[in-house]
């Protein structure tokens, strides 16, 4: 039974428009949430952490979490080529010790 | 200087080898993890340590074993390599002064075990 689930796409958006990244996970008491970039062939890029219900904006990103749902989201405003790259969501579990991650999704941004 | 350092970069070694894989910070942070990836299934954990002293087994430790040397040094050891160890594993640390819980990754190791 796999913690984090993601599409793994490919999601593809034209230039300037919103992508929307979605994720989802299984347990109800996680407490953390993060947002990576991974281009091909490269390590893991922090994009976003957020800890609690509501949004969160910084720059063209936002990440919007729902824990009721159980759901975490991430928003790509004006979407640019060089946003093109695989997502991976990430959850902390069991008190900060325990972080399990998505398989990511792969998003095209097409000029 | 890079924050996370591993080495080797790349490395191709026999079945029943033993590889010995590094990571190295400078971000004075306190747990460090090793993960490896796999096309399809994402990030799996190995083994983490939250300090010299505590290490903990992740969801696929088998066949791994790791050794904390200092605060800023963490090891992978594959006793006997075998081919579907053939990955790309990657060392990731959080914590430090005014700790958060966010993970930086090292640059990563890309492993063929042939």
């Known amino acids: 039974q796999k913690e984090v689930e993601q599409n793994s796409g490919p999601l593809s958006v034209p230039e300037g428009a919103i992508a929307s990244l979605n994720c989802t996970y299984s347990d109800r008491v996680s407490q953390s949430f993060f947002w990576y970039r991974q281009y091909s062939g490269k390590s893991p890029e922090l994009i976003m952490s957020i800890y609690s219900n509501g949004d969160k904006e910084d720059g063209r990103f936002t990440a919007q979490l729902n824990k009721a749902s159980q759901y975490v989201s991430l928003l790509i405003r004006d979407s640019q080529p060089s946003d093109s790259a695989t997502y991976l969501c990430a959850v902390g579990f069991d008190n900060f010790n325990k972080f399990y991650f998505g398989s990511g999704t792969k998003l095209n941004v097409k000029p | 200087d890079a924050d996370v350092t591993q080495t080797p970069r790349n490395r191709i070694t026999k079945t029943g080898k033993r590889i010995m894989l590094e990571c190295s910070q400078t971000k004075g942070h306190d747990r460090m993890y090793w993960y490896r990836q796999d096309p399809g299934l994402g990030l799996r954990l190995i083994y983490y340590?939250?300090?010299?002293?505590?290490?903990n087994k992740g969801e696929i430790s088998d066949g791994y074993s790791v050794s904390r040397q200092a605060q800023a040094k963490f090891s992978l050891s594959l006793e006997s390599a075998i081919p579907n160890q053939t990955a790309l594993y990657f060392c990731a640390t959080s914590g430090g002064t005014g700790a958060t819980y966010e993970q930086y990754f090292g640059p990563g190791t890309r492993l063929t075990v042939t």
């Open positions: 340590s939250f300090d010299v002293k505590d290490i």
